[in-house]
């Protein structure tokens, strides 16, 4: 027989996990009297279109929470947001669905934490004229931090003005800072000024620590006065940082990975740069704008990632929605047995803790100015209380990049990377879904309802013994939907609880801990009751050493060849039997790779009944690790 080459391709994904960044507010948003929103107005609550239309289109200033999805109808439409509002989603669950934010001459506004997208609607231009976002008029002093905008894969979605602007900003506007946004999936991501003679000498516009993935273009496009941009992650664009129209922008700090111009300007109307320290994954083929001196008249070294290799790893870690917690703005008080609770219609500002903190709401305090009064709500000194992902008032833990609660009272330490389900599993019985919110990557996996369906990963481990994995979940029935876990084709003698976690859009992490080979290793989990699994979202490798391994077979080799290991008959019609002295595991691939069974033996067994004929590839591992891979065929009967 022929020995062909086998390759087995691994990818490992190392993640450094940092500490929470700073989220205060810099940038020109500070400039001009500063950005403070709704702080001092009432604290509400919009779960419906029209709960949010008239709460933010009222000249009352208001703290507005947002939960749940809110849509209007197929129709869509947009929320025309007056002066004075901070619009805040609750954990990560506030969805605008055709629904987009319009802020024209209007100033002091916040947004927050909130996703939006105008996907589902026939003719997207009908809402802001296709923009998620549109500041203009004369609007100042906007910030918008922590929130998600998106709309179809570019590349699956060819007509480039189907939508127009995640975030656009356009005539005499200013004062503006866009923080800890993640773009994505989109082909013109935003402007700063709407033409090249449209100019404003005050439109000072920071853009810090964005994520933009598969944005192509304008990332963004800017237009006269002054621009910060820093921090940013750029990844999959055409021609992402374009100049124009004599602007002076400070480019600064920013990672730009797989672009054909990653900063530029063109030839008819050119602007100017002051560039600091950018990482571009490839050369440029486009000169550079001119050089210029930006202005930029704040202090921003709180905030500043400095080392810009590590802006790749932190700002997908910590952009987006959910990544700031809910506990919303609360004046919290100790009464005499030490319990915090709060009063709903605070003057505070948003509570901005660390991810995974929810509110204290033991014994809050009713918004009832006669029971304060006679002291029945013991409202007195105040205090801050959140609890942490742990439940420990004021603790310490969070939640590390696999969705863990780390730290604190845990003694948890973090995982070490994470991997997207849809990416790194090698087979699943269901589809990748994306309707329930929440859900980390480009997708989750929702394995079919019935007992056995399962989901495969490989695994690999550079030494053999005991390794963590996590798996992110959504469970949102009111059952446990256990996994059973085969290792290395055999099955282990407990179940992985994965317990109900609230709703589908409600995700979690739950730990399990195998005794791994080193190198390659196959786990299976199988559906045990006819629920079928919770969708599962993401893996995280969290002992060192641990990686994603290669599904695919390419070719054959000899690693090493096994002793007294006999395989015959080669070809065979019914089944083919392997003996081997003690243990070992065996897999079937199809020539393209694909993996078609798996099991584990000792001594002898028959395998193949179910084959049809062809050619396949068999490999066998003992239990020590070595390996060898075999070509096998099954003839007609």
Same mark, same amino acid.
């Given at each position: 027989?022929?020995?062909?080459?086998?390759t087995?391709?691994?990818?490992?994904?190392?993640?450094?996990?940092?500490?929470?960044?700073?989220?205060?507010?810099?940038?020109?948003?500070?400039?001009?009297?500063?950005?403070?929103?709704?702080q001092g107005?009432?604290?509400?609550?919009?779960?419906?279109?029209?709960?949010?239309?008239?709460?933010?289109?009222? #000249?009352?200033?208001?703290?507005?929470?947002?939960?749940?999805?809110?849509?209007n109808?197929?129709?869509?439409?947009?929320?025309?947001?007056?002066?004075?509002?901070?619009?805040? @989603?609750?954990?990560?669950?506030?969805?605008? =669905?055709c629904?987009?934010?319009?802020?024209?001459?209007?100033?002091?506004?916040?947004?927050?934490?909130?996703?939006?997208?105008?996907?589902?609607?026939?003719?997207?231009? %009908?809402?802001?004229?296709?923009?998620?976002?549109?500041?203009m008029?004369?609007?100042?002093?906007?910030?918008?931090?922590?929130?998600?905008?998106?709309?179809?894969?570019? +590349?699956?979605?060819?007509?480039?003005?189907?939508?127009?602007?995640?975030?656009?900003?356009r005539?005499?506007?200013?004062?503006i800072?866009?923080?800890?946004?993640?773009?994505?999936d989109?082909?013109?991501?935003?402007?700063?000024?709407?033409?090249?003679d449209?100019?404003?000498?005050?439109?000072?516009?920071?853009?810090?620590?964005?994520?933009?993935n598969?944005?192509?273009?304008?990332?963004?496009?800017?237009?006269?006065?002054?621009?910060?941009?820093?921090?940013?992650?750029?990844?999959?664009?055409?021609?992402?940082?374009?100049?124009?129209? @004599?602007?002076?922008?400070?480019?600064?700090?920013?990672?730009?990975?797989?672009?054909?111009?990653?900063?530029?300007?063109?030839?008819? =109307?050119?602007?100017?740069?002051?560039?600091?320290?950018?990482?571009?994954?490839?050369?440029?083929?486009?000169?550079?704008?001119?050089?210029?001196?930006?202005n930029?008249?704040?202090?921003?070294?709180?905030?500043?990632?400095?080392?810009?290799?590590?802006?790749?790893?932190?700002?997908?870690?910590?952009?987006?929605?959910?990544?700031?917690?809910?506990?919303?703005?609360?004046?919290?008080?100790?009464?005499?047995?030490?319990?915090?609770?709060?009063?709903?219609?605070?003057?505070?500002? =948003?509570?901005?803790q660390?991810?995974?903190?929810?509110?204290?709401?033991?014994?809050?305090?009713?918004?009832?100015?006669?029971?304060?009064?006679?002291?029945?709500c013991?409202?007195g000194?105040?205090?801050?209380?959140?609890l942490?992902?742990?439940?420990?008032?004021?603790?310490?833990?969070?939640?590390?990049?696999?969705?863990?609660?780390?730290?604190?009272?845990?003694?948890? %330490?973090?995982? =070490?990377?994470?991997?997207?389900?849809?990416? +790194?599993?090698?087979?699943?019985?269901?589809?990748?879904?994306?309707? #329930?919110?929440?859900?980390?990557?480009?997708?989750?996996?929702?394995?079919?309802?019935?007992?056995?369906?399962?989901?495969?990963?490989?695994?690999?481990?550079?030494?053999?013994?005991?390794?963590?994995?996590?798996?992110?979940?959504?469970?949102?029935?009111?059952?446990?939907?256990?996994?059973?876990?085969?290792?290395?084709?055999?099955?282990?003698?407990?179940?992985?609880?994965l317990?109900?976690?609230?709703?589908?859009?409600?995700?979690?992490?739950?730990?399990?801990?195998?005794?791994?080979?080193?190198?390659q290793?196959?786990?299976?989990?199988?559906s045990?009751?006819?629920?079928?699994?919770?969708?599962?979202?993401?893996?995280?490798?969290?002992?060192?050493?641990?990686?994603?391994?290669?599904?695919?077979?390419?070719?054959?080799?000899?690693?090493?060849?096994? %002793?007294?290991?006999?395989?015959?008959?080669?070809?065979?019609?019914?089944?083919?039997?392997?003996?081997?002295?003690?243990?070992?595991?065996?897999?079937?691939?199809?020539?393209?790779?694909?993996?078609i069974?798996?099991?584990?033996?000792?001594?002898t067994?028959?395998?193949?009944?179910?084959?049809?004929?062809g050619?396949?590839?068999?490999?066998?591992?003992?239990?020590?690790?070595?390996?060898?891979?075999?070509?096998?065929?099954?003839?007609?009967?």
């Open positions: 027989m022929k020995k062909l080459i086998f087995t391709i691994a990818m490992l994904v190392t993640t450094l996990l940092h500490a929470q960044p700073n989220f205060d507010l810099v940038g020109f948003a500070t400039q001009n009297g500063g950005t403070t929103g709704g107005g009432t604290v509400v609550t919009a779960k419906t279109f029209a709960e949010l239309k008239s709460y933010a289109e009222s #000249n009352t200033k208001y703290i507005i929470n947002v939960e749940g999805t809110i849509k109808g197929t129709t869509g439409g947009k929320i025309q947001v007056k002066s004075n509002k901070s619009i805040i @989603g609750v954990g990560s669950t506030a969805f605008l =669905s629904v987009g934010i319009e802020i024209e001459n209007q100033n002091n506004i916040i947004i927050q934490n909130i996703k939006i997208s105008l996907v589902g609607l026939s003719d997207p231009g %009908t809402v802001n004229g296709g923009d998620c976002i549109v500041i008029g004369t609007s100042k002093n906007v910030w918008v931090d922590h929130c998600e905008l998106f709309s179809e894969d570019p +590349d699956k979605q060819p007509i480039v003005g189907k939508y127009d602007g995640l975030l656009d900003i005539d005499q506007t200013g004062f800072t866009v923080s800890w946004n993640y773009f994505h989109h082909w013109k991501g935003g402007l700063v000024g709407a033409g090249d449209d100019l404003y000498a005050d439109r000072k516009v920071t853009y810090h620590h964005n994520y933009y598969k944005v192509k273009l304008r990332v963004p496009m800017y237009r006269g006065a002054t621009g910060h941009f820093f921090n940013n992650y750029v990844k999959d664009a055409n021609s992402p940082t374009e100049i124009r129209a @004599g602007t002076c922008v400070r480019v600064e700090k920013n990672y730009y990975e797989g672009f054909e111009n990653a900063i530029y300007t063109p030839n008819d =109307s050119k602007g100017y740069t002051e560039r600091i320290d950018n990482y571009l994954s490839k050369s440029q083929p486009r000169a550079f704008p001119g050089d210029c001196k930006a930029i008249t704040y202090d921003y070294s709180k905030v500043l990632t400095t080392k810009t290799t590590d802006v790749k790893t932190i700002v997908p870690q910590y952009s987006g929605v959910g990544k700031i917690g809910a506990c919303t703005a609360k004046t919290w008080y100790k009464d005499s047995d030490g319990d915090g609770f709060g009063d709903p219609n605070s003057t505070q500002s =948003s509570c901005l660390p991810t995974g903190y929810v509110e204290d709401k033991t014994d809050l305090c009713p918004n009832d100015a006669n029971k304060k009064a006679a002291g029945q013991g409202c000194v105040a205090e801050t209380v959140c942490d992902c742990n439940g420990v008032k004021n603790g310490t833990a969070t939640l590390d990049l696999c969705g863990r609660c780390i730290g604190g009272t845990t003694t948890k %330490t973090a995982c =070490s990377s994470v991997g997207e389900a849809e990416t +790194d599993a090698c087979a699943f019985v269901g589809i990748t879904e994306t309707k #329930n919110a929440g859900y980390k990557g480009t997708s989750y996996l929702n394995v079919d309802n019935a007992v056995g369906t399962s989901i495969t990963f490989h695994v690999n481990a550079n030494t053999t013994g005991t390794a963590t994995l996590s798996f992110r979940y959504a469970n949102g029935g009111t059952v446990d939907r256990p996994a059973q876990i085969n290792l290395n084709g055999s099955n282990l003698p407990s179940n992985l609880s317990p109900p976690t609230g709703t589908f859009t409600d995700w979690k992490a739950v730990d399990i801990t195998l005794n791994l080979l080193a190198g290793n196959i786990i299976k989990l199988v045990a009751t006819a629920d079928g699994l919770p969708n599962i979202d993401q893996i995280g490798y969290v002992s060192a050493g641990v990686s994603k391994g290669a599904c695919l077979v390419t070719a054959v080799d000899d690693v090493e060849t096994l %002793t007294n290991l006999f395989v015959y008959p080669n070809p065979f019609t019914h089944s083919i039997r392997i003996s081997q002295n003690g243990s070992f595991t065996f897999q079937i691939f199809t020539l393209e790779g694909k993996e069974e798996i099991g584990k033996a000792e001594g067994i028959e395998i193949g009944q179910n084959l049809q004929s050619i396949y590839l068999l490999k066998i591992q003992s239990i020590s690790g070595i390996s060898k891979i075999i070509k096998i065929s099954k003839s007609a009967h």
